[in-house]
């Protein structure tokens, strides 16, 4: 099991990025979408730790569409997608 994120390791992550770029979440990596962030949120899971939730808003334009590819393929939730290759055209009169 990999190590949860912290509110600490976020903040780090966060620090070497611009302070006025809107703030949106990845979701599903079956079918990737950009969700915009409206609240953080902190309580107590069921062991008795402080969790901070990031949630989207209820608003109907929370969900701004789909992933940029890029990000997805940065994710790891699609593979890089290449042109097919091209196939020399045959002539009308030719079979």
């Excluded at 903040?11 to 990596?29: E, F, K, T, Y």
């Excluded at 902190?42 to 789909?66: F, K, M």
């Amino acid at each position: 099991m990999t190590p949860e994120m912290t509110v600490g390791d976020l903040i780090d992550l966060l620090s070497g990025c611009d302070r006025d770029a809107p703030v949106r979440q990845a979701m599903n990596p079956f079918f990737p979408m950009a969700h915009r962030l409206a609240q953080v949120m902190q309580s107590v899971d069921e062991t008795g730790r402080t969790v901070v939730y990031l949630a989207e808003d209820r608003d109907e334009n929370t969900q701004l569409g789909h992933l940029p590819p890029e990000v997805a393929v940065v994710l790891a939730w699609q593979g890089p997608v290449q042109a097919p290759p091209r196939r020399s055209r045959r002539s009308a009169g030719h079979k």
